[in-house]
């Protein structure tokens, strides 16, 4: 009785297009009302202890905030610049690039829809002033552009990661060679297709432009070294990490490239000039500029959107996580994992029924809500049918890569029709045939389960050692 009422209460609530956060509140709240014993004090200690408990979950404003910084400085054109000089002279080499930037800007942001905007704006009209068919280039960004939340670092993993309470360090490490593999097979289909299609490829740039375009895009690549090498190093946790790349990414965007900020487009070297000079006649600039950075409209334009966004999401998190408290009390989980055992589903075909229900979510939720609704489900099923949560996971977020991709509710594509001014039934029209290289993609990570979990145990052997 009370499960029915708790899902039939969440339903009714979505169908009457209640914000997903809300209907997941309201649900939990209404059920805990009229079959627990529990206070309404009690639920709001609960929608505290969702946040203050789980420390992984701090790290999601920080990534949010440095994903705001890099998207709004220089980073995404040096590193599309960078990725130009290295691929950009093979059949179909900007698409390629195109996607091999996204990849790069995925490892510093750690969001789809951001990946697909900073590296979409620049790109697609790029590529279609070089030769490309429109949605062609639409198509190719809106899936590269999933690799946001697959390549470490992720909140979504993080979500994931708290959620089940399993190591976010080894969810981005699990993460890392499924974001490679993935990259690689948008770029071979890249490759056939415009050597079919006789799309026209740039002549190579040269070991000079690599070299000089590399230094250049060398602002945003240290910040995957950063934050990677020192999770995985040991030096730092996730949610330091997190903390670090938000105040390198503040100073690479406001003090390195100044593409915001006071010292926006402002000359701080004369050709000819030493560098002890240059500090010496830019001594007062700099002291001057510190309090100027924090009072500077387009820094705190990018502070305050970054604060809405983590608002938001931190909001349906807090919902969700109430939502899997009542599911945990009223041991729902438990009774559908021995139902299932009872049923005698072997694992590859509860893998495939992970598959259909994740799918058909991604159209309908936010992939964090999503996440907090059904892993604590799934979790202990997993468990029993010896499946590796960490490969659950990469199985849960390879899925939620392609639900930004259907409609109604598909992110990566309303951004995409935003950036290319046309409308949703076009973008999804482009976008389909790439979705069959995710789908193709997702059968490989379901069921070869070393392509995801080498690299964790890889380095856990090394630290045996």
């Given amino acids: 009785m009370t499960t029915a009422a708790l899902f039939i209460l969440l339903f009714g609530c979505m169908l009457l ?16 009302l ?11 200690l609960k929608l505290f202890e969702a946040l203050s408990e789980h420390y992984t979950l701090l790290a999601i404003p920080f990534f949010i905030l440095s994903s705001a910084f890099l998207s709004t400085g220089g980073v ?29 800007f995925a490892a510093v942001s750690g969001s789809s829809p951001a990946t697909v ?116 190093g040991g030096i730092a946790s996730p949610t330091e990490a ?31 000039e030493g ?31 970054a604060s809405k966004v983590s608002i938001m999401l931190l909001f349906i998190i807090a919902n969700a996580m109430l939502f899997a408290h009542v599911l945990t009390t009223e041991r729902i989980p438990h009774t559908i994992a021995a139902l299932i055992i009872e049923m005698g589903l072997s694992p590859w075909m509860f893998l495939v029924v992970v598959n259909i229900l994740l799918l058909i979510a991604g159209n309908f939720m936010e992939p964090s809500a999503i996440l907090l609704i059904m892993a604590p489900i799934l979790f202990p099923i997993a468990l029993q049918l010896g499946i590796d949560p960490i490969h659950l996971g990469i199985i849960m977020v390879v899925n939620m890569e392609i639900g930004m991709l259907t409609p109604p509710v598909g992110l990566n594509l309303f951004v995409t029709s935003g950036i290319t001014g ?22 490989c990570i379901t069921y070869i389960p070393q392509i995801s979990l080498f690299l964790p145990e890889l380095i856990d052997k090394i630290k045996g050692y």
């Fill in 242 to 272: 997190a903390a670090v790349s938000a105040v390198y990414a503040f100073m690479v965007a406001v003090w390195g490239y100044r593409d915001i900020g006071p010292l926006k487009d402002s000359p701080w070297r004369k050709k000819g």
């Fill in 275 to 305: 560098v002890g000079q240059m500090l010496f006649r830019n001594g007062y600039r700099i002291v001057y500029a510190v309090p100027q950075c924090f009072l500077d409209k387009e820094v705190r334009k990018v502070v305050l959107d």
């Fill in 422 to 443: 046309e409308s949703m039934g076009w973008v999804i029209k482009a976008a389909l045939p790439w979705l069959c290289v995710l789908l193709v993609f997702l059968m």
């Fill in 117 to 232: 905007a900073a590296i979409g704006t620049i790109v697609i009209a790029g590529m279609v002033r070089a030769g490309y068919p429109k949605a062609f280039a639409a198509g190719v960004i809106a899936n590269a552009g999933t690799l946001g939340i697959l390549i470490p670092p992720s909140i979504v993993m993080l979500v994931y990661a708290a959620a089940t309470e399993v190591s976010a360090a080894r969810m981005f490490m699990a993460g890392f060679l499924p974001g490679l593999m993935m990259g690689l097979m948008l770029m071979i289909v890249i490759y056939i297709v415009a050597r079919i299609k006789k799309i026209p490829c740039q002549p190579w740039a040269g070991f000079s432009e690599v070299l000089a375009s590399g230094i250049s895009a060398s602002g945003g690549l240290m910040l995957i070294i950063i934050v990677l090498g020192s999770i995985y």
């Fill in 34 to 44: 009229m079959f627990s014993s529990d206070s309404l004090a009690s639920i709001s």
């Fill in 17 to 32: 297009g209640m914000p997903i956060a809300l209907a997941l509140g309201l649900s939990s709240i209404g059920t805990i």
């Fill in 76 to 104: 995404a054109k040096r590193i599309i610049r960078f990725a130009l000089s290295v691929v950009g002279h093979v059949h179909g080499g900007i698409a390629m690039a195109s996607v091999v930037a996204c990849m790069i």
